[in-house]
């Protein structure tokens, strides 16, 4: 079945850029999704990509995806406090290039930004 | 759009008594999800349902929790007989077929 790996912390300053890794084991066509959750709060999708694409950038996010060692990463530039928080990997299988059943999350990772 | 709405945000409740949880998932959306958020297990999947019919319910963890969905816009989890192992977040979530996924802002289930 789907597996998805993530570093647990992750500590950076405030300014500089942020990079969260996660690797996942599924073969198959599917699409591989950042979310971001604050204390408290729900889950929110950050960027999402499909995986015959290799890299996406959104605004201060840049999701890079190496498909040969099923490696997702998501680049956080100019990284600020209010971008700390756990952000999760998640993929769900796709059909003809079509996104269908279940999420599947890595453990999440702590990024806290220091002043 | 109010986005995917679940009741109750908090609940406490005494070990053995039943606890109902409640979900609306966004208006035209087919796909249901349900997850339980812990420190220990990360986001594990429950249960989800295609069109109200459940697809995949292996990750209930026992006969005390069940799911229905009776109609497209609103789905239950119920715990007879909570435990406090029970205690956790749940979240629910919908989809559309080729769509993303919303999540709705989850229960903080309490069992003491």
């Known amino acids: 079945g789907e597996d998805v790996e993530q570093s647990l912390f992750l500590s950076v300053r405030e300014g500089d850029s942020s990079v969260i890794n996660c690797t996942y084991t599924d073969s198959s066509s599917t699409y591989l999704y950042w979310y971001k959750q604050e204390p408290g709060a729900g889950l929110q999708l950050l960027t999402y990509?499909?995986?015959?694409?290799d890299m996406k950038q959104d605004q201060r996010l840049t999701v890079l995806l190496n498909k040969k060692d099923k490696h997702l990463s998501l680049r956080i530039a100019d990284t600020q406090t209010g971008d700390s928080a756990i952000y999760f990997c998640a993929e769900s299988p796709s059909w003809g290039g079509t996104s269908y059943g279940k999420l599947t999350f890595g453990q999440g990772t702590i990024l806290t930004v220091h002043p | 759009d109010a986005g995917v709405i679940q009741s109750p945000r908090h609940e406490v409740t005494e070990m053995g008594q039943e606890v109902t949880l409640r979900c609306k998932p966004i208006s035209g959306h087919d796909y249901l999800f349900w997850y339980r958020q812990t420190m220990m297990r990360g986001l594990e999947l429950l249960i989800y349902?295609?069109?109200?019919?459940?697809?995949?319910d292996s990750g209930m963890p026992e006969d005390r929790f069940s799911a229905k969905m009776p109609n497209a816009s609103f789905s239950t989890l119920k715990i007879q007989p909570s435990e406090p192992r029970d205690s956790a977040v749940y979240f629910c979530?919908?989809?559309?077929?080729?769509?993303?996924?919303?999540f709705g802002s989850g229960t903080r289930l309490t069992v003491v």
């Open positions: 990509i499909f995986s015959n694409m």
């Open positions: 349902f295609n069109n109200n019919v459940p697809i995949d």
């Open positions: 979530a919908s989809k559309r077929t080729g769509g993303n996924y919303t």
